[in-house]
């Protein structure tokens, strides 16, 4: 199998614009996601599709506990997160959790394990687990499970502590919970007073209230919230800018994002440039954005819309 697979947003882009015997040589040449993607559209090519894969780790599914047994032996993270859903997919949580404890702990072991816990419905072992090692990513997923079970206010008090101790990243979580549970309003208000304060670089978590106060049709005030913020600072950063960009571009003033972002003294810079390339992408202007674009997922959606596939998978598959 092939260890490189292109992204799902271009096989995507692919199957859209008509290219699917593409797909699915670039399938039968070991490429997963044209696999699941193509199996996904055709239900009943699946299992032709999906059997090569049966056993390597890329379709669990469709390999029996003991290759996955094998494949997880050599302590791989990869293959135990695999074998450790498949178990609590079979209702064998206490199996799935003893596997992920015993791997050498980060981030992502973290994650699984508060996962594991939440879904099998064990909150307070998630709740010691959040109290101690598990830190704000079991805190995450907690306060997702509380508010999954109509508990939000609680939900809501879990991330207090952190809110208090200036923690951005609790914001940021808080923020998108209550947004996702239909109290936009809350998170807004909650976002706008902490930004101000809050230290250090602020365009992530902007945003994160950009994005909210878009899904309010609060766009102006989003602006408005990044103006401000800019006149705090000193000026306006290519950050900020690029941000301010955005909102312009998702509410339908894409040729104004456009003429600004070309007009400010850094939109050569390519951070800058792929957020110019989409939004000619958007607008139509698709030799303009192939201009602009370096290769990557974005410049290889733009060359199919072109008629050029072909051309855009030999940009993303080198090997």
């Not at 109509?150 to 991330?159: H, K």
Request: aromatic share 6%; proline share 5%; with cysteine.
């Amino acid at each position: 199998m092939n260890p490189h697979s292109i992204p799902r947003t271009v096989v995507g882009a692919l199957l859209e614009h008509g290219h699917t015997d593409l797909v699915r040589r670039l399938a039968e040449n070991g490429d997963w996601h044209c696999a699941d993607e193509l199996a996904r559209k055709r239900p009943a090519e699946a299992p032709q599709l999906l059997r090569p894969f049966a056993g390597t780790g890329w379709w669990p599914a469709a390999g029996t506990l003991e290759l996955l047994r094998g494949h997880a032996a050599g302590g791989a993270w990869g293959p135990v997160r695999m074998l450790a859903y498949r178990l609590a997919g079979l209702g064998r949580y206490d199996e799935a959790l003893e596997l992920v404890r015993g791997q050498v702990p980060h981030v992502d072991q973290v994650r699984v394990l508060a996962d594991l816990l939440a879904r099998d419905g064990r909150e307070e072992q998630l709740r010691e687990f959040a109290a101690g090692a598990g830190g704000e990513h079991a805190v995450t997923r907690l306060a997702e499970m509380l508010a999954e079970l109509g508990r939000m206010d609680e939900a809501v008090v879990l991330w207090q502590p952190a809110l208090e101790d200036g923690s951005p990243n609790a914001a940021y979580h808080l923020a998108g919970l209550l947004a996702r549970h239909g109290r936009a309003g809350e998170a807004i208000a909650m976002l706008m007073p902490f930004i101000r304060t809050m230290t250090g670089d602020r365009d992530w978590i902007i945003g994160r209230l950009s994005e909210t106060m878009i899904g309010q049709g609060r766009a102006d005030e989003a602006l408005a919230f990044i103006d401000e913020v800019a006149a705090a600072e000193g000026g306006m950063s290519l950050e900020l800018f690029v941000e301010r960009s955005r909102v312009l571009g998702t509410t339908g003033r894409t040729e104004q994002a456009i003429v600004e972002l070309r007009a400010h003294s850094e939109g050569g810079e390519p951070y800058a440039a792929t957020i110019l390339g989409d939004l000619l992408a958007q607008a139509g202007r698709l030799d303009e954005a192939e201009a602009v674009l370096p290769p990557g997922e974005l410049l290889a959606t733009v060359l199919i819309r072109q008629g050029r596939a072909d051309e855009a998978v030999r940009m993303l598959t080198p090997w």
